[in-house]
Structure formats: C-alpha cells, structure tokens
C-alpha cells in the first residue's frame, strides 16, 4: 500500500463519523495562521482548532510570500478574519541549506534555473519579524491591528512570541 | 481576551502534553499535502496525520503557485518527501469572486495594483487537473511517480479522486 492509499483509507474512516456539513466557508475565529510546512508542526492541535475554526496558510518557512499576501488578502477581505499569527520554528531546514547552492544544483541537473525565489535565513527570529513586517506594509491587508509572529521550539512543543 | 489570545491559552495546554521533542525535520510519511487554507478542511484530521509524519503546504485555493513548487521543490530534494497529494474542495471562495473585480477594488482603495496573480476559477475539477498538471511539469521535482488530486467535498466529507 502506498502511503497516499494509507491516507485515503483513513479519509475513509473520517467520512463516516463526518458531522461538519453545516459549517460556513467564513471561519469561526478571526485568526488566520500562516505556518511552516514543518511536519512537526501541527497548528490545529497546537491552537485547539477544529473544523471550520480558522484559516491556515503553509509554506517552507512560514515565510511572508506574495502568494501569503493572495491568500491573507482573500482571507480579509472575502471570509471576514481580522487577526494573524505567523509562526516559524527552530531547527528549520530553511535555516541549514544554500539557497545559491541549491539552485546551482536544480539548474546543473535540470538546464533550468528556478524562477522563483530559494531565499534562506540564518536569524529565525529576524525572519519572524520580516515577515511580520511585511504583512505590516502590504496596502492589500485591511487588517492590520492584529498580527503577532512566535517561534515554535520543536524540541519543547513551546511558543516563544518575537514581535 | 483576542482571538490570538484563546489560541495561545491552548498553546500552553499543548507544551504541557508535549512528547514530540524528538521528531525528525524529515516527515515520516513520504507525502506532501497541497490544501486550500479552507477553514473547514483539517488536513491532518483527514488523513489521520500526527506530528511529524507529513509536510503541508496550503493557500488560498490549494493551487499550484510557484511558492508551492518552492515549497514541494524543498520537501523532495531536502527532506525526502516523494508523494503529493492535492486537496481542492466543494463550496470555495475561489469559484464564487471575480478576480477582476476584486483587483479593481483593490486598486481603486488603496492606489495599488496587486502584483501578485488573482486567479478565480469555475471549474472545480479543470483547477485539480491544471495544478497536478503543473507539477507534473515543474522540471525542479524529482519525484513525479505519484501525485494524486482530489476534491474534497465539504458537505459529506468526502474525497473524490480527480486526477
């Protein structure tokens, strides 16, 4: 069995004790949470979130994208939330690689080089507060009033709060 | 108390049950999950997912962007995923806005043109369909064996494979 048919038989499972027809495509709470695609993070047990509570946007880093600032605009604007939490984490492997390296290696093994931005970063927390501030500075986001950055520390399940 | 603030209150539940400190950054699970940030969609709930067993990647829509494919270009060369799964769902903002409209309101309030692409999209399936496509294209993966696309029904809670 692949792991993907792993995945889907437990979706099976959750269907039949499924009881979240009812619930609206506007969350419950006014957070939205832009995360680290870290496995070891887990932002619904961490926060206590269940279906149909909040927003959760993830990519390799946490990091504050334009497509962070698509989805947050959308989330704002169209489905009502108000508030943000941007977490990012110890022992990150955006913190450990070359981003000059790695894309030296895509574009020897593949003859492309990638378009998209491989930006790393050494200071976790100056990262959080980047990307905090660039929320801050988007004319996109109509709510500002609200949003805090944390590092998750993996080693301890703790959230410590930087900005 | 804020909203951020409740969610906090839970953060220090979950460090006191805490029993992950010695997860791997490498998922034990060979799947990457795309999802929409849709709050009624809990990816980890779905598949049965616990800390440390699978990287998510999620934005608005679960489409493929170029962040993602950075994202997913990360999990394969770095951190050993070889597995995607993509989770679009029934009843998304996605298909219910004019992209067109929103940018024109977005400029008209606050003078800036976002730069980032708006993309809405009627065809639920054809929007599985194209982002599968785009991986499957995407010359910086090197895992392309299985990725699988799916809609996600928010009614029943049921997955139907698309692709």
Same mark, same amino acid.
């Given at each position: 069995?692949s792991?993907?048919?792993?995945?889907?038989e437990?979706?099976?499972?959750y269907?039949?004790?499924?009881?979240?027809?009812?619930?609206?495509a506007?969350p419950k709470?006014?957070v939205?949470?832009?995360?680290?695609?870290?496995?070891?993070l887990?932002?619904?047990?961490?926060?206590?979130?269940?279906?149909?509570?909040?927003h959760?946007?993830?990519?390799?880093?946490g +990091? +504050?994208t334009?497509?962070?600032?698509?989805?947050?605009?959308?989330? !704002?604007?169209?489905?009502?939330?108000?508030e943000?939490?941007?977490?990012?984490?110890?022992?990150?492997?955006?913190?450990?690689?070359?981003?000059?390296?790695?894309?030296? =290696?895509i574009?020897?093994?593949?003859g492309?080089?990638?378009?998209? =931005?491989?930006?790393?970063?050494?200071?976790?927390?100056?990262?959080?507060?980047r990307?905090?501030?660039?929320?801050?500075?988007?004319?996109?986001?109509?709510?500002? !009033?609200?949003i805090?950055?944390f +590092?998750?520390? +993996?080693a301890?399940?703790?959230?410590?709060?930087?900005?």
């Amino acid at each position: 069995m692949s792991a993907i048919d792993a995945c889907l038989e437990n979706a099976e499972k959750y269907a039949a004790g499924f009881a979240g027809g009812e619930l609206s495509a506007s969350p419950k709470s006014p957070v939205a949470v832009i995360a680290c695609m870290d496995a070891r993070l887990e932002p619904a047990a961490l926060f206590g979130l269940r279906e149909g509570d909040a927003h959760v946007i993830r990519n390799a880093g946490g +990091v +504050v994208t334009d497509d962070v600032i698509r989805s947050l605009t959308i989330s !704002q604007r169209l489905l009502g939330t108000r508030e943000v939490i941007v977490i990012h984490h110890t022992d990150c492997v955006m913190t450990k690689f070359s981003a000059a390296e790695l894309r030296d =290696a895509i574009e020897s093994e593949t003859g492309v080089r990638p378009r998209f =931005a491989m930006k790393t970063f050494a200071d976790l927390e100056g990262q959080v507060r980047r990307s905090v501030a660039r929320l801050r500075e988007s004319p996109f986001l109509p709510h500002k !009033q609200a949003i805090r950055g944390f +590092v998750y520390d +993996v080693a301890t399940g703790r959230l410590r709060e930087v900005v």
